[in-house]
């Protein structure tokens, strides 16, 4: 699997066309990861980041809007170059964001550079405001996991606790081991999953929480 930055690194240079005719290279992030707009104008930053993910098979968040990676992968405070930062854009409050792939912070720790697709219409690396981040997620391949199936509540034992318990393990919401057993640990931090995702907070693995696992492995 080659590495994020170097996939994105790979297109650096890209940009916009100017007037009536589009970049064809940017029509095919569109077409490949099926967000095509057939056209170069609208905010392509989020089509990259998926494109990116797509190539280096990693977890994607397939939707133009820079903000559907608030929830893909896991929350970090610790970034390394590779993981996603997510922006606000107009406000912290709006819908309106940007993303890329982190690089490092400047000097004076004020600023993060960010690879990225149209940022000033290309692919670069840019330097913005640190003020300006929502997150830094990190993705990893999570394809050997697999998803827990029934209804699981505190109390239980068995090997779907378990493999709930491996999930949640991995996207660092238990810091705990796998067990087995539905203790209250095991709720804490899936409450903390569902609060996380926006779903109901009850610490029961039911359908929504499942539905969740299915989109994120």
Known sequence: MNSIIKIAAGEIGTKEIKGHEHNPRILEYQEMTGLDFGNDDIAWCSIFANWCALQAGLPQSHQSLARSWLKVGRKTSFPVPGDVVVLWRVSPDSWQGHVGFFMGFSHDGKSVFILGGNQNDEVNIRKYDIERVLQYRRLKPTSDLEVPVGYLRKGESNHNVKL??????ELEFLDDVADGVFG???EKALKKFQREHGITVDGI???ESRGVLEEIL
């Open 164 to 169: 709930l318990q491996l999930i949640l393990v």
């Open 184 to 186: 209250n640990n095991t």
């Open 205 to 207: 693995y039911g359908s």
